[in-house]
């Protein structure tokens, strides 16, 4: 069984950086997608991020682009979402998530079956 654990949320300035971490369980991943997700309070979760593990591939929303920076470590089993310039915008519970056996880099939340707990970004102003 897939388990997915996020660490390293927080608060920081605007302007400032974080890195999220995604320690991955439970299956080899070599056929999955992983990608980092957020949701605002009330708004809907949005795809901010994925990876392909097998090859490293990323692709990333617009509204991160050229500031957040997705990557993995296979021999830890973890992911990462490296967080700079942070915006007041960018609050969100961030949310880590695998998809088995898709084509191409999934948006959509649904095309992910696996989630971890989610871990509190806050960006003051």
């Known amino acids: 069984q897939v388990q997915l654990v996020e660490s390293g949320g927080g608060l920081v300035q605007a302007g400032g950086s974080l890195r999220l971490s995604c320690a991955a369980s439970?299956?080899?991943?070599?056929?999955?997608?992983l990608g980092w997700f957020r949701q605002a309070p009330e708004k809907e979760r949005e795809f901010v991020a994925a990876?392909?593990?097998?090859?490293?591939?990323?692709y990333y929303a617009d509204s991160v682009k050229g500031r957040f920076t997705i990557s993995r470590d296979i021999a830890k089993n973890t992911m990462y979402l490296q967080m700079n310039s942070l915006k007041p915008e960018d609050t969100a519970v961030y949310y880590c998530a695998a998809a088995l056996g898709v084509v191409g880099m999934p948006t959509s939340r649904y095309a992910y079956a696996n989630w971890g707990q989610g871990t509190q970004v806050t960006v003051s102003s």
């Open positions: 439970g299956r080899t991943f070599i056929n999955y997608v």
């Open positions: 990876i392909r593990w097998s090859v490293g591939n990323t």
